[in-house]
């Protein structure tokens, strides 16, 4: 069940929202997936299974932000790889700041690709790569699967004015 919010609310709005940028010539996308099942993602956890350690959504921020970062270090949960990771997320912004691309050398590509299995992303973990099919089964998954049972989600309704006034039927007066 939580593979299927997943896609629905999460990953497969975020593909969407690249392919409409990539079909809109936006030259300037970059996706990525974070990968790496580490302990400093696990902590505040408790899973089912023994040994299953999933990489939870938002488990890259621990890298970002630092949020316990000293506490982890003394809870000896920060480990060499940790350190890399949390180095190249740093170094990924900051280039993206000056430069508007998250890589000097061009290791990380944008986005140019809008199909299913051609989508391309930047794999998020101690051996970085491009991959191609970004969130493929999510993306199928809200754009083919959940239709059938729920219909269109969102609703395509037609926009006459632009957003800028309600239409009438869409609200109750008194």
Do not use: C
Request: hydrophobic content about 35%.
């Amino acid at each position: 069940m939580v593979d299927v919010e997943t896609a629905y609310a999460f990953t497969g709005p975020t593909g969407q929202d690249i392919m409409y940028h990539v079909l809109n010539n936006n030259s300037n996308v970059y996706a990525y997936e974070f990968t790496y099942p580490s302990l400093l993602s696990q902590v505040g956890h408790k899973w089912l299974f023994p040994n299953y350690y999933p990489v939870p959504h938002s488990g890259e921020l621990g890298y970002v932000w630092f949020g316990n970062w000293d506490n982890y270090l003394k809870q000896g949960i920060v480990n060499a790889t940790d350190t890399e990771l949390a180095n190249f997320f740093g170094e990924s912004w900051a280039n993206f700041i000056k430069t508007g691309k998250p890589s000097t050398d061009n290791s990380w590509a944008p986005a140019t690709m809008a199909s299913l299995t051609g989508m391309e992303y930047m794999d998020i973990n101690p051996n970085r790569q491009m991959r191609q099919g970004y969130r493929l089964l999510d993306r199928a998954q809200l754009n083919r699967i959940m239709p059938i049972w729920v219909g269109q989600y969102p609703q395509n309704i037609p926009d006459y004015n632009n957003g800028s006034i309600v239409p009438s039927n869409l609200y109750k007066t008194n």
